[in-house]
């Protein structure tokens, strides 16, 4: 089975600053690891996901992802943030083999400030 | 346009009275799931279908149904609801094996009273 944790519920912070959204994953299997974004009274939109290979992936809207295997984390980010990069961030795992189930964790809300 | 379409977008009902949630892709996509989304847990998945006539639990189950007699269509069915399964509900589907749902609907939001 896996487990997503997201390690901040909300993180503030100042349009045009750096900012990390950290997700740490569990999982006895090898699995695949993706980011998405909700904005305010919409569905997900898939932001970048690790298959195999570079652990630095590089998906949409300036994001990033670096896969880190021995810490088991996947941590999300971006030099500088917008005001409409504010929005609820998910990260989720699923394992490479065993169907089309996907964990996602409790959700990161980006709060820009300008 | 590339898209998934849930219907309706939101729905005040009682408990006990059946519903069900419409899901229609325009991609042909072979894989199709159900998630509720609730304050503090993310995404947890209902049922998913690998493809027509083919389709398995996710991690929360219990107190529905799903049917994929057509590729483009994947409804929930609420038999009895219950207050405990009022929630925003997303549809997405996938052509990808990866696992990973590439399409969300943009929600229904149900309350059940």
């Known amino acids: 089975a896996q487990s997503v944790t997201q390690l901040d519920s909300q993180v503030p912070v100042f349009e045009e600053a750096p900012v990390e959204l950290r997700c740490n994953y569990s999982?006895?299997?090898?699995?695949?690891l993706f980011w998405y974004v909700q904005y305010p009274n919409q569905g997900l939109q898939l932001l970048l996901k690790?298959?195999?290979?570079?652990?630095l992936v590089k998906g949409i809207n300036g994001f990033e992802a670096e896969f880190n295997k021995s810490q088991t984390s996947f941590h999300l980010r971006k030099p500088s943030v917008h005001i409409s990069d504010t929005a609820e961030y998910f990260c989720?795992?699923?394992?490479?083999?065993?169907?089309?189930?996907?964990?996602f964790g409790a959700g990161t809300r980006l709060f820009v400030k300008a | 346009e590339a898209q998934v379409t849930q219907n309706p977008r939101y729905l005040i009902t009682v408990t006990g009275k059946k519903l069900t949630v419409t899901c229609s892709q325009n991609?042909?996509?072979?894989?199709m799931s159900w998630y509720r989304q609730d304050p503090g847990l993310g995404l947890r998945q209902i049922y998913y279908?690998?493809?027509?006539?083919?389709?398995d639990k996710g991690d929360v189950p219990e107190g529905y149904k799903v049917s994929r007699k057509e590729k483009r269509n994947f409804p929930l069915i609420l038999e009895s609801p219950s207050p405990n399964q009022t929630s925003l509900y997303f549809c997405?589907?996938?052509?990808?094996?990866?696992?990973?749902?590439?399409?969300f609907g943009d929600g229904t939001r149900l309350s059940i009273l």
């Open positions: 997405a589907s996938s052509s990808d094996s990866t696992n990973q749902p590439q399409h």
């Open positions: 999982s006895s299997v090898s699995v695949y």
């Open positions: 690790y298959l195999s290979g570079s652990t």
């Open positions: 989720a795992v699923s394992a490479r083999t065993g169907g089309f189930k996907t964990i």
């Open positions: 991609m042909n996509h072979e894989y």
């Open positions: 279908s690998m493809n027509v006539e083919a389709t």
